[in-house]
């Protein structure tokens, strides 16, 4: 079974600092998804940034990119230039293959702070 | 821009009634999914659709809970004898076909309490 782990419940950056939100996840599959879906308190899940495995170039999205480590199973997220918009909860999430369920971290509540 | 639409927003029903949470997916997709986030709590995968049949199912959805595709639209999940537990957002997803289609769209969810 695959396991997404988020060792931090909350975070906080100040506004236009940098931070960065930790991943890690456990499969025996070669081939699969990453993402980071983000939840505002409006509670839509909306995503972020994906990841194929099969790239080994890190997938970056205007202020947020990842820093994807195959053999570490590790998948950060590295939120550039902090916006107060950027307050909510922040998923990762690994899938299989296409169609195949999403296996959700528990979160990191992030809070920008003006 | 195409979304997943889910109602009603909020249900409140009393413990032991069925309940149907609704939901359109986008238009062109061919999997179809229900989470479920109790407060505060991880989002739990329930169930996935595709070809009008269930391809997954997890260990939360037992026979109280059923999938629907009616009418080639809505995609509906049925809460047969709701319990307390059963309390939490519900969100639907849906997905399209092939490697570049692996987005999942999320509904805005449905807050269901049971009193």
């Known amino acids: 079974a695959q396991t997404v782990t988020q060792s931090q419940p909350e975070m906080s950056v100040q506004e236009a600092e940098t931070v960065t939100l930790s991943c890690t996840y456990d499969?025996?599959?070669?081939?699969?998804?990453l993402f980071w879906y983000k939840q505002p308190p409006s509670r839509q899940m909306i995503l972020v940034i994906r990841q194929e495995a099969y790239k080994q170039q890190n997938a970056t999205e205007n202020r947020f990119s990842v820093n994807f480590q195959k053999a570490a199973k590790s998948f950060s997220l590295k939120i550039s230039d902090s916006q107060l918009g950027d307050t909510a909860m922040y998923f990762c999430?690994?899938?299989?293959?296409?169609?195949?369920?999403?296996?959700f971290g528990t979160g990191t509540s992030l809070t920008v702070i003006p | 821009e195409p979304e997943v639409t889910q109602t009603p927003s909020h249900q409140v029903t009393q413990m032991g009634q069925e309940v149907i949470l609704r939901c359109v997916p986008i238009?062109?997709?061919?999997?179809f999914y229900w989470y479920r986030q109790i407060l505060g709590q991880k989002v739990e995968f329930l169930v996935s659709f595709y070809n009008n049949e269930i391809s997954e199912k997890s260990e939360i959805f037992d026979d109280q809970f059923s999938v629907e595709r009616p009418d080639g639209s809505n995609f509906t999940l049925k809460i047969r004898s709701t319990k307390l537990e059963d309390s939490a957002m519900y969100f639907c997803?849906?997905?399209?076909?092939?490697?570049?289609?692996?987005?999942?769209?999320f509904g805005q969810g449905t807050r269901l309490t049971v009193v």
């Open positions: 238009s062109n997709h061919l999997y």
């Open positions: 997803a849906s997905m399209g076909q092939g490697a570049r289609n692996t987005e999942a769209f």
């Open positions: 999430a690994f899938m299989k293959g296409v169609g195949n369920q999403f296996y």
């Open positions: 499969t025996s599959e070669n081939n699969y998804y």
